[in-house]
Each structure stands twice: as C-alpha cells, then as structure tokens.
C-alpha cells in the first residue's frame, strides 16, 4: 500500500517540468522525474528527497524511443507502478525558421518530441489509470497549440496536435473516471528559447527582455492547482501567459 500519492513528470530535468517535480514534492507527492540528462535527474532528487521527506524515483530515457520508454516504464515496481498523476511536459522548439527554409531534422525532433513522445508515454501509464477508474493527465501544451505565428509552423503544428490529442484523450479516457487538462503556456523564462536557438544565449535572453515573463513555477502552480479541485471538477483547458503578454503576437515590452 502506498503511503502517497505518486505524480509521473517527463521532461523534469529543467523548467517547468523541474519546478512541477518541486512543486508536487512539497505537497507530499512521491514524484518519478524523467528526461535524458542523468545527472540533473540525479540532483533534483537528492535535493527534493532531503527538502520534502518524500521518496523519488528517477528514470532517464528518451521519448523520442519507444524501446526505451516501454523498457523504463515497465521496469517500474508495483508501488511505482501505482501512477495517480500524468504530466506530459517533455518538448522542445527546434529552429525558428520560414517554412520554405525549414531544416528536416528539426521537424523530425519536434514531432517525434512534442506529438510521439507523448503518445508514447501515456500509452504505458493510461492502462494503470483505466484499471484503477482514477487518475489525471496533464498535457503542456502551448498558446502555439492555440495560434499560428510566423516562423513557428512545425512546433506550432506540433502543439495544436497535443491540443487535439487531449480532447481524444478526455473522450476516450470519460468512461473510466480520467481527468485529461490541456495547460497552454504562453512565454515562460526556463531553456526552451536557449533550445530554439541551439544554444544562442544572447537571441535567448532576448525573449525574455522588457517584460516580466513567467516562471516554470508558475506553471507548476498552475498544474498543481488543477489536481485540487473536487472529484467531480475537471479544468479542460488553461491558456496561461505573462500579464504583458495577449497572445503570441502582442506583448508589451518597455525596451
Ligand atoms: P526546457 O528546455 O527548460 O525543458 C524541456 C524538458 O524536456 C527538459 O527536461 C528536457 O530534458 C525534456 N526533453 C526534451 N526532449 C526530450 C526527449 N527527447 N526525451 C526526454 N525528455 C526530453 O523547456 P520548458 O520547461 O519551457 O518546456 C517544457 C514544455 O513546455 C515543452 O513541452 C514546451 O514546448 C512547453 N512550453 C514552453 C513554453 C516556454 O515559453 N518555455 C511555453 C509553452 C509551452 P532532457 O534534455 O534532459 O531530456
Ligand atoms: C512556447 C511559447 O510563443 O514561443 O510554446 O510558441 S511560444
């Protein structure tokens, strides 16, 4: 019998997904933090289990693989098995370049990430929740999930494909007692424009200027608020940005 309840985070080695696995550890959740940066996994959970008392598993695999994924997920024991809590966080932006002059490789990395990976993920956890009749999955989406900007095309595409994926999810998933929530971000400050940009700092930190974006923990906080709410109380869908921020063509930046 578990003593707590167990939340399954991808993509928890940075940003949003590091400030989810902090911000459900303090509220006594076991977490399972997962991504390909061993070592960052490894410190997160010496940190969290030492701050919150709370136990951690980590496991680090690539949801772009779907070998290693059902290898990791299956390798869990039954108490960790025992998943009450989903959170697909796990994705990237490669490049931002005009569709005519898009890189392949990019495209590939974006839609195996974003749409795959996801899919690869929730189709080991979704058996555990359906059996039990309870659980809540939580998709990171993106406000490009919900508007089309110039440049963004393939991660644009690849996150109104998560937003659509949700819905199926919450249809399929009703029968069984499963809360699915889309939460769709608007410009939060972690390494995602430091990936756009394939390690370009400076075009990174621009993102981020004359305005105060969002944090990962404020996300986070989002997140965790969705799951407080009553049995019978599920939040389809959130679009969340910073207060200067209307949607992805207007911010209001004092530079
Ligand atoms: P970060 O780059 O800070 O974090 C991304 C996380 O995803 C890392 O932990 C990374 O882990 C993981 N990840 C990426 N590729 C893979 C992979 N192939 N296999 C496993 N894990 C992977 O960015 P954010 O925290 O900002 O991004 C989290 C989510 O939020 C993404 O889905 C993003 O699209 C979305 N989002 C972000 C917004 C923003 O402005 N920052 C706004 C709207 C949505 P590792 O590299 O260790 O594998
Ligand atoms: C990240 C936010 O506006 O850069 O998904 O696409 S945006």
């Not at 959970?45 to 997920?73: G, H, P, T, W």
């Not at 080991?124 to 309870?134: G, K």
């Not at 029968?175 to 430091?194: C, D, M, Q, R, W």
């Amino acid at each position: 019998m578990k003593t707590r309840k167990i939340v399954f985070i991808t993509g928890a080695t940075s940003g949003i997904g590091k400030a989810c696995a902090e911000k459900f550890a303090s509220n006594n959740y076991d977490v399972i933090i997962t991504g390909r940066r061993n070592e960052r996994l490894d410190e997160l959970a010496a940190n969290l289990k030492e701050k919150y008392k709370i136990d951690v598993l980590c496991l680090s695999f690539d949801v772009r693989d779907l070998m290693q994924v059902e290898k990791a997920i299956s390798s869990l024991d039954e108490k960790w098995k025992d998943i009450d809590i989903l959170i697909n966080n796990a994705g990237l932006s490669a490049g931002l370049n005009p569709i005519d002059k898009g890189i392949i490789s990019d495209w590939e990395q974006m839609i195996d990430t974003n749409v795959k990976g996801l899919l690869y993920v929730s189709k080991q956890i979704m058996p555990v929740m359906t059996a039990r009749l309870s659980g809540h999955i939580i998709n990171i989406g993106s406000i490009a999930g919900k508007e089309t900007y110039e440049n963004g095309n393939v991660y644009c595409a690849s996150k109104h494909a998560v937003d659509s994926l949700t819905k199926g999810m919450r249809i399929d998933l009703l029968k069984y007692n499963i809360k699915v929530t889309a939460i769709h971000p608007g410009a939060v400050e972690t390494e995602f424009s430091l990936v756009r940009f394939k390690g370009d700092k400076q075009a990174a930190d621009n993102v981020y200027k004359g305005y105060k974006p969002l944090t990962g923990a404020d996300v986070a906080e989002v997140a965790y608020y969705v799951t407080t709410l009553p049995d019978h109380v599920n939040i389809n869908d959130l679009i969340v940005t910073p207060t200067a921020q209307a949607n992805t063509v207007h911010t209001f930046k004092k530079i």
